[in-house]
């Protein structure tokens, strides 16, 4: 972080136990205390444990987002049917409860990635960086094998890495954000949780980062 160690007092570490984020990832505020001040640093932490393999960043409900992007009624119910919070509008979809994006009209997928297309950098940035007074600054990502490996990112390096690509549908079930893939919580034994909107990474791509 640039900082010189001999100027550092302490360091003190507070998780953010309250944050949304808390079950995908943990959040601390480092407080540092130098000779002449006091500086503060929000970290998102990521532990990992295999080479590659997605994480979630971001899970909520379909209003929450709705809230927050002003996503548009159209666009909404189609979200309603891609995470199951209405039951699909015909029949013969792979899955009764719900319906993928390839199973709707040209004219539905395209509202779709429109809207996202035009909210893209709001929503990179809500979903890696947050809001508020516990915005992330950097990402930190702690790769467990058979040794320790770390990786220490400003968080606006993780914003454009992540969000660099097209929007578009990804194996005709889901969406892709240039390298976040949007899709259907799912399971949770067929609770009403299971029909949230999740935002996936894959966190150890940031190694790949020179």
Same mark, same amino acid.
């Given at each position: 972080?640039w900082y010189k160690l001999?100027?550092?007092?302490?360091?003190? !570490?507070?998780?953010?136990t309250?944050?949304?984020k808390?079950?995908?990832?943990?959040q601390? &505020?480092?407080? %540092?205390?130098?000779?002449d001040?006091i500086?503060?640093?929000?970290?998102? %932490?990521?532990?990992?444990?295999n080479?590659t393999?997605?994480?979630q960043?971001?899970?909520r +409900?379909?209003?929450?987002y709705r809230e927050?992007?002003e996503?548009p009624n159209?666009v909404f119910?189609?979200?309603q049917y @891609?995470?199951?919070? $209405? &039951?699909?509008?015909k029949?013969g979809?792979?899955d009764?409860?719900r319906?993928?994006?390839?199973?709707m009209?040209?004219d539905?997928?395209?509202m779709?990635?429109?809207? @996202?297309?035009e909210?893209k950098?709001?929503?990179?940035?809500?979903i890696i960086?947050g809001?508020?007074?516990?915005? !992330?600054e950097r990402m930190l990502?702690?790769? $467990?094998t058979s040794?320790?490996? *770390?990786?220490?990112k400003s968080?606006?390096e993780v914003m454009?890495?992540?969000g660099?690509g097209?929007?578009e549908? *990804?194996?005709? *079930?889901?969406l =892709?954000?240039?390298?976040i893939t949007?899709? +259907?919580k799912g *399971?949770?034994?067929? +609770? !009403?949780? !299971?029909?949230m909107?999740?935002? =996936?990474i894959?966190?150890?791509?940031? @190694?790949?980062i020179a």
């Open positions: 972080m001999n100027d550092i007092e302490y360091v003190k !570490a507070i998780k953010i309250w944050s949304h808390t079950d995908v990832q943990v601390i &505020k480092l407080i %540092i205390k130098l000779k001040e500086d503060v640093q929000n970290l998102s %932490i990521k532990l990992v444990s080479d393999g997605f994480n960043i971001d899970k +409900r379909l209003k929450n927050l992007w996503i159209e119910e189609l979200l @891609f995470c199951g919070e $209405k &039951k699909p509008y029949t979809t792979r009764p409860r319906m993928v994006l390839d199973e009209t040209d539905e997928k395209n779709i990635i429109n809207f @996202f297309k909210k950098m709001l929503i990179v940035s809500d960086r809001r508020g007074e516990f915005c !992330a990502v702690v790769k $467990k040794y320790y490996e *770390w990786v220490l968080i606006n454009n890495f992540y660099n097209e929007v549908i *990804w194996k005709k *079930w889901s =892709k954000i240039g390298r949007v899709q +259907r *399971w949770d034994n067929g +609770r !009403a949780t !299971a029909n909107l999740q935002f =996936k894959d966190p150890t791509k940031l @190694f790949s």
